[in-house]
């Protein structure tokens, strides 16, 4: 079992920075996939960011790449997402997953509550 809990979301102008962590409990967080997707109101869930146990492998969705950083502190067991010149199209909840011995892009069985990011113009 894995519980995971979002911290660090909140209002930001457009331009600003955010960055999200993620805690997590269990014996397997070492081991896990990490990853960030996010719900904005009235679209599907999307995969935002993942990486690897071992934090040697990260990938972003095309709408990221460049302005944010997924990065993990195995030692601290959290994983932490930096979002920097934010839009107002990032505006949604974000939330925290994990998959025991899987891939960056594999299924995600274990979720966080989600924290909301919210961006203005």
């Known amino acids: 079992q894995v519980q995971l809990e979002e911290s660090g979301g909140g209002l930001v102008q457009a331009g600003g920075s955010l960055r999200l962590s993620c805690a997590a409990s269990?014996?397997?967080?070492?081991?896990?996939?990490m990853a960030w997707f996010r719900r904005a109101p009235g679209k599907a869930r999307e995969f935002v960011s993942g990486i690897s146990w071992s934090g040697g492998r990260t990938d972003y969705a095309d709408s990221v790449k460049g302005r944010f950083t997924i990065s993990r502190d195995n030692a601290k067991n959290t994983v932490y997402l930096q979002m920097n010149s934010l839009k107002p199209e990032d505006t949604a909840v974000y939330y925290c997953a994990a998959d025991p011995f899987g891939a960056v892009r594999g299924s995600y069985n274990y979720w966080g509550q989600g924290t909301q990011v919210t961006v203005s113009s």
């Open positions: 269990g014996r397997t967080f070492s081991r896990s996939a």
